[in-house]
């Protein structure tokens, strides 16, 4: 079947700007994780939604950052009054069920930032 | 606090050979899982196992093979007769059933593989 995917798989913008970041996971998967991947930083978790219980948000680095989960299935993070060190590539992974035995992360391709 | 150490930044290898990526993490958690990913240059991460910290069987699956040893907090992962194909950032991972579903990732290792 079909898995992660992410739009767009390139973006580059201006600092100051506001990027939204869009994610769809496997059909199925209750659950739905943010990561980023940077030189500095490796892969740092970000957020993550199961179901219809409240995001777990503490992976964010600053109020600027925000996401959402649309009707359990499509995700979107929102990054607004971009800085040149928001420059990553955003990972957007899917699971079956948050946490427990059966809990594995399937990854999508990725967004790759560049804030100018 | 949970931590995973992936001391070994680059492997370089030449084709065939067998090759050992090494994992060491820390946990108070008595319930966890550990897992691999594969990063090759097209940048995805393709998952390659999960272990639960309550099954300490060794597994193998085709050329790869997992040795997790609860003694000495280690997962490590190796490559019989290596191909250039494996070449790509292999990272290991840690998930404690206290820490929610975040995944707590290694610095990553970077194998290449010489033909």
């Known amino acids: 079947g079909a898995g992660v995917s992410q739009s767009p798989s390139n973006k580059v913008t201006e600092k100051g700007k506001d990027v939204e970041l869009r994610c769809d996971p496997i059909?199925?998967?209750?659950?739905l994780y943010w990561y980023r991947q940077s030189l500095g930083q490796g892969l740092e978790f970000l957020i993550y939604?199961?179901?219809?219980?409240?995001?777990?948000k503490s992976g964010l680095p600053s109020d600027r950052f925000s996401a959402e989960r649309t009707g359990g299935s499509v995700s979107t993070l929102t990054i607004q009054r971009t800085q040149q060190e928001d420059s990553a590539v955003y990972l957007c992974?899917?699971?079956?069920?948050?946490?427990?035995?059966?809990?594995?992360?399937?990854f999508g391709p990725g967004t790759r930032l560049t804030v100018l | 606090a949970q931590k995973v150490t992936q001391a070994q930044t680059e492997i370089s290898v030449v084709e065939k050979e067998d090759v050992t990526l090494d994992c060491v993490y820390e946990?108070?958690?008595?319930?966890?899982?550990l897992f691999w990913y594969k990063q090759p240059p097209s940048g995805e991460l393709v998952f390659l196992i999960r272990?639960?910290?309550?099954?300490?069987q060794n597994e193998i699956s085709g050329r790869y093979s997992w040795n997790f040893q609860k003694s000495t907090s280690s997962f490590n992962f190796t490559i019989t007769a290596s191909q250039v194909v494996d070449s790509a950032v292999y990272f290991c991972?840690?998930?404690?059933?206290?820490?929610?579903?975040?995944?707590?990732f290694g610095e990553g290792t970077q194998l290449t593989v010489n033909p």
């Open positions: 992974a899917s699971s079956p069920q948050a946490g427990g035995p059966t809990d594995t992360q399937y």
């Open positions: 059909s199925g998967h209750t659950a």
């Open positions: 939604f199961q179901g219809n219980s409240a995001p777990d």
């Open positions: 946990t108070r958690d008595t319930t966890y899982y």
């Open positions: 272990r639960n910290s309550f099954d300490e």
């Open positions: 991972a840690l998930r404690g059933e206290t820490s929610g579903s975040r995944l707590t």
